[in-house]
């Protein structure tokens, strides 16, 4: 079992930056794949980006460039950097866990998650 908690989320102009924060505690965190999603109102929850044990990294098309996953296995704690933040990255986001071979932002693919954190970017 792994319990998530998200920080770091709050009301930001577009083109600034937040950094998010996921502290996770249970047994085996630096085994697992981490993942960030989002969801927006009235839209389905997608993948941001995910980051394997080792550091890979995989990144959805629309943070590309703008947002940057990392982990520290020491700290059991995952991060999301964002910058040049716009309008359409408002949303709820959540942290996840997964049992995986390789990097996917499929939601199915996550067993543990957590309660989110919103971000909202204004004009």
């Known amino acids: 079992q792994m319990q998530l908690v998200e920080s770091g989320g709050g009301s930001v102009q577009a083109g600034g930056s937040l950094r998010l924060s996921c502290a996770a505690s249970?047994?085996?965190?630096?085994?697992?794949?981490m993942g960030w999603f989002r969801q927006a109102p009235g839209k389905e929850r997608e993948g941001v980006a995910c980051?394997?044990?080792?550091?890979?990294?995989l990144y959805g098309d629309s943070v590309k460039g703008r947002f940057t996953i990392s982990r520290d296995n020491g700290k059991n704690t995952l991060f999301l950097q964002m910058n040049s933040l716009k309008l359409e990255d408002t949303a709820t986001y959540y942290c996840?866990?997964?049992?995986?071979?390789?990097?996917?932002?499929?939601?199915?693919?996550?067993?543990?998650w957590g309660q989110g954190t919103q971000v909202t970017v204004s004009s």
């Open positions: 980051i394997s044990p080792g550091g890979y990294t």
């Open positions: 996840a866990a997964a049992a995986l071979t390789f990097c996917r932002l499929g939601v199915a693919d996550y067993r543990y």
């Open positions: 249970g047994y085996a965190y630096s085994a697992y794949y």
